[in-house]
């Protein structure tokens, strides 16, 4: 199975790891990933809690397409709720 690669710019192959999905049992709200992602692949989104009937923030993907495979988004997310996996061609 062949992955999508890149070059880095010292000239070293690189594999982008594009999001697939965020835990949100796990995502706390804290937007640490929103402000790292500079393509608006994510938004908040409130979750209802039917148990305890109250709501709370997560994020959410609302712009899959834009994702350009950096991992910064998940790199500062303290809980690690993302996942994410390379494009195959």
Same mark, same amino acid.
């Given at each position: 199975?062949?992955?999508?690669?890149?070059?880095?710019?010292?000239?070293?192959d690189?594999?982008? !790891?594009? #999001?697939?999905?965020?835990?949100?049992?796990? +995502?706390? %709200? *804290? /937007?640490?990933?929103y402000?790292?992602?500079?393509? @608006?692949?994510?938004?908040?989104?409130?979750?209802?809690?039917e148990?305890?009937?109250?709501?709370?923030?997560?994020? !959410?993907? #609302?712009?899959?397409a834009?994702?350009?495979? +950096?991992? %910064? *988004? /998940?790199v500062?997310?303290?809980?690690?709720?993302? @996942?994410?996996?390379?494009?195959?061609?």
């Amino acid at each position: 199975m062949a992955y999508l690669t890149g070059k880095t710019k010292g000239g070293k192959d690189w594999t982008p !790891s594009f #999001i697939e999905a965020i835990d949100h049992e796990k +995502c706390i %709200g *804290c /937007g640490r990933c929103y402000k790292a992602c500079s393509r @608006s692949v994510l938004g908040p989104e409130d979750l209802e809690d039917e148990e305890t009937e109250s709501t709370r923030m997560v994020m !959410s993907i #609302i712009n899959e397409a834009n994702c350009v495979g +950096c991992v %910064g *988004c /998940g790199v500062t997310c303290a809980k690690k709720a993302f @996942s994410f996996k390379p494009m195959t061609i």
